[in-house]
């Protein structure tokens, strides 16, 4: 499957390129992602990370801010605008060491912060 145009390592290149990510995966996602829950049942996130394309992402200072916490050195890899049409999820796919679902999680939690 093709669905995605920009070549597989490219991708592995900039996912790789984000470096180890260590403190940030210590705390329970559930936790965070619970917490979360009940400021936005009543409305739904300005970003996800399951459907918001990276590019949107990068060009919002607060989200781009998100991702140099969570994800060092993604936001600034001289490749990262070949991921501008994916969403964090897909290229979770080429870097799934990298970009853990419990990052994705702290991610999505932080998103849920920001004003609409």
């Known amino acids: ?14 996912a790789l390129a984000a470096g180890p990510v260590l403190a940030q995966a ?9 917490s979360s829950t009940s400021a936005t049942a009543t409305s739904s996130p300005k970003y996800t990370t399951a459907a ?5 992402l990068l060009d919002d200072p607060a989200a781009k801010a998100i ?3 969570y994800i060092p050195g993604f ?10 049409a994916m969403t964090l999820k897909e290229v979770q796919q080429y870097a799934p060491d990298k970009i853990t679902d419990a990052i994705l999680a702290q991610i999505d939690a932080e998103f849920a912060k920001l004003p609409k």
């Open 1 to 14: 499957m093709h669905k995605i145009s920009i070549s597989f390592a490219a991708v592995a290149v900039l």
């Open 75 to 84: 936001t600034t890899n001289e490749q990262v605008d070949m991921a501008r």
């Open 52 to 56: 918001t394309p990276v590019g949107t």
């Open 26 to 34: 210590t705390a329970p996602a559930a936790a965070q992602t619970s």
């Open 67 to 69: 991702l140099d916490k």
